[in-house]
């Protein structure tokens, strides 16, 4: 893991004093990402200036006047970092994390990918804050179902072939996600297929991301991103990946599926890429930037690098 640099970890401190959430159920990016413009090494200059300019949009913490909600996200907080202190980072992440993946689906996905970012911080803080996150956003979709002789890439053929002609679900994506998996159109695609495997989740999500760009799926590439970066504490990889595909596929599900984009070959590397990504206000294409490299390291697919370039030259057009 990269060691943070002091002038990141004065903004992460200070990044403590703001809500998870902000306008009425998005989810504050801010310290996912500043740890990602971090390991794109970004300038110190360059980490200011994206703080000043998220944290326009926040809510703060310090406010009187904060709503019950927020208060339990902080009681849940302090008691994470007491235990973190207590038992160390690998004890207390074994064990949360067992209880918590079943809802994978939290926040659309950012429960996991905020505690991920928190464990690369190393920083304590940030790993109570982001389990208190995940906690306080908890939702699972059900009980897991599986079938025989059913692949990955049948499964989700089916799912597009089924609602591809479905308007996108409006509004945040975890109520999208639980919506769509909770309805009749879609029961009989809960049950899982019973061979999943990483390479094929990776292959699935990165090329319908990658031919499309679309808002909803990009999750589907940085949640996948998160679970790799936390295998270590998990002790069931495959009953992860289980509950990672069965949300997945109901975000899918309710996603904009005629969105389509031509996703351009580059030939730029990724420390250019990255430099390129670190310049940007827009903290999902940063946060993208480097679960693409990251997931390339893992899966060798040059698909990764087309598809964040491609992002990258719509945001610089």
């Known amino acids: 893991m990269t060691q943070l640099r002091p002038h990141t970890l004065q903004l992460l401190s200070q990044s403590q004093h703001?809500?998870?959430?902000?306008?009425?159920?998005?989810?504050?990016?801010?310290?996912?990402?500043?740890?990602?413009?971090?390991?794109?090494?970004?300038?110190?200059?360059?980490?200011s200036e994206f703080y000043q300019h998220y944290t326009a949009r926040l809510e703060s913490l310090d406010d009187n006047s904060i709503r019950h909600t927020q208060r339990r996200y902080l009681e849940a907080q302090a008691q994470y970092l007491a235990e973190l202190e207590?038992?160390?980072?690998?004890?207390?992440?074994?064990?949360?994390?067992?209880e918590l993946i079943r809802g994978i689906s939290a926040a659309g996905f950012h429960g996991i990918i905020r505690l991920a970012y928190a464990v690369l911080s190393q920083q304590h803080e940030q790993i109570a804050a982001a389990l208190a996150y995940w906690q306080c956003e908890y939702q699972s979709l059900g009980p897991l179902e599986s079938i025989s002789n059913y692949r990955a890439e049948q499964h989700i053929a089916k799912i597009e072939e089924a609602f591809s002609a479905q308007p996108e679900i409006e509004?945040?994506?975890?109520?999208?996600?639980l919506e769509t998996y909770q309805s009749e159109p879609y029961a009989p695609f809960r049950a899982l297929p019973d061979t999943l495997t990483f390479e094929q989740v990776a292959q699935i999500t990165l090329e319908h991301y990658a031919r499309s760009d679309d808002f909803n799926l990009l999750h589907g590439v940085t949640g996948l991103h998160a679970l790799t970066l936390l295998l270590p504490y998990i002790s069931d990889h495959q009953q992860a990946l289980n509950y990672f595909w069965q949300a997945y596929c109901a975000v899918f599900a309710s996603s904009d599926l005629a969105q389509q984009q031509n996703c351009k070959p580059t030939t730029k590397t990724w420390p250019e890429l990255l430099q390129q990504a670190s310049q940007s206000h827009n903290d999902h294409t940063i946060k993208l930037a480097l679960s693409c490299r990251d997931l390339d390291t893992i899966f060798a697919n040059p698909l990764y690098k087309h598809a964040l370039a491609t992002r990258l030259a719509k945001e610089s057009a």
């Open 18 to 47: 703001f809500a998870p959430q902000y306008q009425h159920g998005l989810t504050n990016h801010l310290s996912m990402t500043l740890v990602a413009l971090e390991y794109c090494q970004a300038s110190e200059q360059q980490l």
């Open 86 to 98: 207590e038992q160390g980072t690998d004890a207390a992440l074994k064990r949360h994390i067992s």
């Open 171 to 177: 509004g945040l994506i975890a109520d999208a996600m």
